[in-house]
């Protein structure tokens, strides 16, 4: 029997959180689990107001979130029908929802992933300013990203981004990922100018034995004619895959994640595909 995972799902009722909500059913009617539907609401206190006119209001907003929670699931169960102890609703209050997001898997550490729908964003905010990217940079549970104009299918097909610093400990984690999902798994390296070139037909044998699981494995060259970001983003769509991973390294300074953004963070807001973001382990 398939291990059973918990899928925190946030919506914002929003088209894009739509989007997230349509993934986590997909990946939930593949592999056994529990998804936690969420909102995060924000109450904003009028200076004027007594302690009891602002009791009034939060009671009043709680009410109405909720109903608007429980009607947009209403509406999911109609569209994609969900087993009852399937899935649960859930209402967080406070002032930014990826704070909230944050406190709750911290708090909860049976959490296994966050998958949330995002609109895109500008270059000013690709890391700043939006929920999807202050988690991809911040969480320690994997956060999938899923564009607003996904559209729901079967998780067939997985691509592996890789830069290789430590693909066997990554590659380990992919195929506990893929496996439940009977997905194939793609292993992408964009090979820069000056690196040592390899057999990926052997590579590719080596690994299968080694992980124990069906691999391929598409080495390109690296277009210095363009960014990283769209270079990655091409190979995204010459593949299309039903799920993109990376790894992204949390703890690089405030100095790197303003100036240097990650490949992972970037990719979030221009590819197609959903990706899955989790954290660059050392070896």
């Known amino acids: 029997m398939q291990k059973k995972i ?10 894009a959180s739509l989007a997230g909500i349509r993934f986590a059913i997909q990946w939930s009617q593949q592999q056994n689990a529990h998804l936690t539907f969420v909102h995060v609401m924000t109450l904003l206190r009028l200076t004027k107001w007594t302690d009891r006119q602002f009791e009034d209001f939060a009671v009043s907003e709680r009410k ?38 944050l406190d709750y898997c911290r708090r909860h550490p049976g959490i296994h992933l966050v998958c949330m729908g995002t609109r895109g964003a500008g270059k000013v905010s690709k890391l700043f300013g939006t929920n999807t990217g202050n988690l ?17 299918k079967e998780i067939t097909r997985i ?42 037909n052997i590579l590719q044998k080596v690994w299968e034995k080694e992980f124990d699981y069906p691999v391929t494995v598409d080495f390109r060259s690296a277009d210095s ?7 990655l983003d091409r190979a995204v769509t010459d593949f299309n895959p039903s799920l993109v991973i ?31 973001v989790l954290g660059k382990r050392e070896v």
């Open 64 to 101: 109405l979130r909720q109903k608007q929670l429980d009607t947009l699931i209403a509406d999911v169960q109609r569209r994609y029908p969900l087993p009852p102890d399937s899935y649960s609703l859930l209402l967080l209050e406070g002032v930014s929802a990826d704070v909230v997001l």
């Open 6 to 15: 918990n899928i925190l799902v946030p919506t914002d009722f929003s088209r």
């Open 246 to 276: 990376m790894f992204s390294d949390r703890r690089r300074t405030l100095f790197q994640r303003i100036f240097y953004p990650s490949r992972a963070e970037n990719l979030a807001f221009s590819t197609k595909a959903p990706l899955l």
């Open 225 to 231: 004619s363009i960014s990283q970001t769209a270079d």
């Open 159 to 200: 691509l592996y981004a890789t830069d290789l610093s430590h693909y066997q400990n990554e590659l380990k984690e992919i195929v506990r990922l893929a496996r439940p999902l009977h997905a194939k798994i793609s292993v992408l390296h964009l090979v820069q100018p000056g690196e040592t070139p390899i057999n990926t």
């Open 136 to 152: 991809i940079t911040h969480s320690d549970i994997p956060v999938i990203a899923v564009p607003a104009a996904y559209r729901r």
